[in-house]
């Protein structure tokens, strides 16, 4: 795309001149024989490290940024079109008149089309590309662009990038932003970097955003004009602190506009985020199930479903004694008959508020409550014809080789239920039950924001919680300095209840459970997906039961505990501030011997 004319200033700056880009002397690299770092060759081989003590300005934390399309094998219908198609909407914008430019701005460009140029200035939206269009064009009626090169790179799904070289001539004959007019000509370079998609709704290729550099330098030079003089913009462009692309980016839509229908695996559901790969994926899944689109017909259904889904799926959910209820199952077919339709059944047009959506680009998680009227009843669970809340966690695993979703555990609140039906099948804790909130953090509901996180933040949360798993559940300790916020909040499962503060957490859940369960304990780890300052955590803890819990008196057996777990980290302090748990305590009583729903059976409030 032909560039927007604005002012540049001449600035000499090196690195040691930017605050957060580490620097060090070159010699560092050029050092021969044995003594060479061995971290230095690494580097030159093209390894990411994640902290750069020598001081060079390293942007190989770039490489995993997604540089590339990403969707491997997508069609390319466009590639071949694209630089002619480039060339001619520059000559109908710039070089063919005035009689249908802002007609082809308007079928060319996306409605939230964004220009980023000279001193870090952008603007967005076709009302203010024609005004900068109409203002170039006023200050220079013979304005001509010269193209000199075009490229693209990209597919149909992800988008297409394009480069474009370019020289700019004609004649200063009207005021411009640099002064009146000079009348006199010139011609200076530049290039053009744009990200083109196909809009959903038209299905014309559009300009989604660009890129300029200009030798405006030049310009102001051959216009005969003082630097001295002209009046600069006091703003400036940035470092890339976050070790970002441009964004948008492949599969990303203009800032502000309607999220896309689905195209493929890799598309981008949200119009202000730039998703990870497997949260992109199960925003857009999600939306069909809280939408209850065709949730009745398994034929519209399943077509609607297989865009994000491996074929031979595992969809694992909660633990029932009936065989063809909730429990695990394989593939769309399995899970439609055996959960989505129960579920739908006990609770029309559930509306669901998530709580935490975090994700990776193979991983991703959600804590959740649904509120619904229960109108049904749900693997034996009397219904109440009343309001309910039901708490809910979901972890994912993505294929990486279809980029299709292969695995999902769900786990539901089964005992809260019973509660809510009015059967309290565990002993009345003596924390509250029943309450869970959002994180105290005002960092998005549901958080974190995927475009606000950063990176450091990832790799803080991913380390803190470890430890705090380590010393919790397997190293059987009771640390709350250094590893829980003194003002923590834990929001237990129905049956242990919510915890505020280091004393209750240790007093009525972690002392209890380590006096249960004792011997070779074993901890497995299936999804460990962290964003920001979140993670979630799901897996089984495996324990000998050699103490009462919960009402249970021992049995000498090898337990497995399936759990689900969300924490928010302090970065700040290294420290847990709040975490979310939910665990298959049916599951857990029935290998105990104990079935919690024989305990249905009694009157309801006995």
């Not at 994926?281 to 069909?288: E, F, P, Q, R, T």
């Not at 090898?558 to 302090?570: E, T």
Request: hydrophobic letters at 35%; glycine letters at 8%.
């Amino acid at each position: 795309m032909a560039p927007m004319i604005a002012a540049l200033a001449l600035v000499t700056w090196t690195a040691e001149s930017i605050p957060g880009f580490p620097v060090f002397p070159a010699s560092q690299f050029e050092t021969e024989g044995p003594e060479r770092r061995p971290d230095v060759e690494l580097w030159r081989k093209g390894w990411r490290f994640e902290e750069v003590t020598d001081g060079f300005t390293n942007n190989t934390c770039l490489i995993d940024r997604g540089l590339q399309p990403p969707s491997k094998g997508a069609p390319q219908t466009f590639l071949d079109e694209c630089p002619a198609w480039v060339i001619r909407t520059t000559d109908e914008v710039w070089n063919l008149g005035p009689e249908n430019r802002n007609k082809s701005i308007e079928k060319y460009f996306h409605p939230n089309f964004s220009s980023h140029y000279s001193f870090g200035r952008s603007y967005t939206g076709i009302p203010a590309l024609k005004e900068t269009v109409a203002a170039t064009v006023n200050a220079f009626p013979d304005l001509k662009i010269y193209v000199t090169d075009c490229f693209c790179v990209g597919n149909d799904v992800d988008g297409y990038k394009t480069v474009m070289p370019d020289v700019l001539m004609g004649t200063n004959l009207g005021p411009s932003v640099y002064g009146p007019p000079t009348g006199k000509s010139f011609a200076y370079g530049g290039i053009a970097v744009t990200y083109v998609n196909r809009n959903p709704d038209t299905k014309e290729w559009q300009y989604v955003a660009e890129w300029i550099q200009h030798d405006e330098l030049s310009l102001v030079s051959q216009l005969g004009l003082n630097l001295q003089q002209v009046s600069f913009p006091p703003t400036h462009a940035e470092p890339n602190r976050e070790c970002d692309v441009n964004r948008p980016s492949w599969g990303g839509q203009a800032q502000g506009s309607l999220p896309p229908k689905f195209i493929g695996p890799n598309t981008k559901f949200d119009s202000d985020e730039d998703l990870p790969l497997a949260k992109a994926l199960v925003k857009g899944m999600d939306s069909l199930i809280s939408n209850h689109v065709d949730c009745w017909d398994f034929g519209p259904w399943s077509s609607a479903m297989r865009p994000y889904w491996n074929p031979d799926l595992i969809y694992d959910t909660n633990w029932t004694p009936f065989p063809d209820i909730l429990g695990n199952s394989s593939g769309l077919r399995n899970w439609f008959d055996r959960e989505h339709i129960p579920f739908n059944l006990a609770f029309r047009n559930c509306t669901f508020s998530q709580l935490i959506f975090a994700g990776e680009e193979l991983t991703a998680t959600t804590t959740t409550y649904g509120l619904a009227y229960w109108q049904a009843d749900l693997a034996h669970i009397p219904h109440t014809s009343k309001p309910t809340r039901i708490r809910i966690f979901d972890f994912y695993k993505v294929d990486p080789k279809t980029k299709k979703i292969a695995y999902n555990w769900m786990l539901l609140d089964l005992v809260h239920l019973m509660l809510e039906a009015g059967f309290r099948v565990l002993p009345k804790p003596k924390l509250p039950e029943g309450w869970v909130a959002p994180p105290r953090a005002m960092d998005g509901i549901p958080a974190p924001v995927s475009s606000l996180v950063a990176e450091k933040d990832k790799e803080i949360a991913r380390k803190v919680v470890f430890g705090g798993l380590m010393s919790d559940w397997m190293h059987r300790k009771l640390i709350c300095h250094g590893l829980w916020k003194q003002d923590m909040v834990w929001y237990g499962p129905v049956g242990i209840g919510m915890a505020k503060g280091c004393q209750e957490y240790h007093d009525y859940f972690l002392r209890p459970f380590h006096l249960a369960f004792n011997g070779t304990n074993t901890l497995k780890i299936d999804v460990f997906s962290c964003e920001g300052p979140y993670c979630g955590v799901h897996g089984q803890f495996t324990g000998r039961h050699v103490g009462k819990w919960l009402g249970a008196e021992p049995t000498g057996r090898l337990i497995k505990l399936r759990f689900g777990m969300h924490y928010r980290v302090d970065t700040e302090s290294h420290e847990i501030a709040e975490s979310w748990a939910l665990f298959d305590l049916p599951h857990a009583f029935h290998q105990m011997g104990i079935n919690l729903f024989e305990r249905l059976k009694a009157p309801r409030g006995a």
